[in-house]
C-alpha cells in the first residue's frame, strides 16, 4: 500500500509523463534548426541559454527519481523499481552535465562569433 506522500508523488508525476514524448519530439525539431542556423553571437547566446534550461530540468528529473527510488525503498514486490529509479537518476544527472558542456560551448562560440 502506498503512503499519502508517495501518492502525492505519484499524481503529480504521470500527467507529466504522459505528455513527455509529444513535447520531446516538438523541442527536437526546433532546436536542430536553431543549431543548423547559429551563426551570430545572439544565435549561439540563445543555444547556451536554452541548454541550461535542459540542464536545469535534466537535474529536476535526477532529484524526482532519487525521490522515488526512497518511495520504492525496500518494498517487497516492486524493489526492481528502486534499482529502475537510481539508474534514472545517474543519467539524467549526466545528461545535465552534458547539456551544461553544450551551454559552455555556445557561449565560447557566443564570443567568436561574427
Same mark, same amino acid.
Given at each position: 500500500?502506498?503512503?499519502?506522500?508517495?501518492?502525492?508523488?505519484?499524481?503529480?508525476?504521470?500527467?507529466?509523463?504522459?505528455?513527455?514524448?509529444?513535447?520531446?519530439?516538438?523541442?527536437?525539431?526546433?532546436?536542430?534548426?536553431?543549431? $543548423?542556423?547559429?551563426?551570430?553571437?545572439?544565435?549561439?547566446? *540563445? =543555444? %547556451?541559454?536554452?541548454?541550461? /534550461?535542459? #540542464?536545469?530540468? +535534466?537535474?529536476?528529473?535526477?532529484?524526482?527519481?532519487?525521490?522515488?527510488?526512497?518511495?520504492?525503498?525496500?518494498?517487497?514486490?516492486?524493489?526492481?523499481?528502486?534499482?529502475?529509479?537510481?539508474?534514472?537518476?545517474? $543519467?539524467?544527472?549526466?545528461?545535465?552535465?552534458?547539456?551544461? *558542456? =553544450? %551551454?559552455?560551448?555556445?557561449? /565560447?562560440? #557566443?564570443?567568436? +562569433?561574427?
Amino acid at each position: 500500500m502506498l503512503t499519502r506522500r508517495q501518492m502525492l508523488v505519484l499524481s503529480a508525476t504521470v500527467p507529466l509523463l504522459a505528455g513527455r514524448a509529444s513535447a520531446h519530439e516538438d523541442h527536437g525539431e526546433a532546436e536542430t534548426a536553431m543549431v $543548423e542556423n547559429a551563426k551570430t553571437p545572439a544565435h549561439h547566446a *540563445a =543555444l %547556451a541559454a536554452h541548454y541550461r /534550461e535542459r #540542464a536545469t530540468k +535534466a537535474r529536476a528529473d535526477q532529484a524526482h527519481h532519487r525521490l522515488m527510488a526512497q518511495a520504492y525503498g525496500g518494498k517487497q514486490g516492486v524493489a526492481a523499481g528502486r534499482l529502475h529509479c537510481r539508474r534514472l537518476a545517474k $543519467e539524467y544527472g549526466q545528461m545535465a552535465d552534458e547539456y551544461d *558542456a =553544450l %551551454a559552455k560551448l555556445h557561449d /565560447e562560440a #557566443a564570443k567568436s +562569433a561574427h
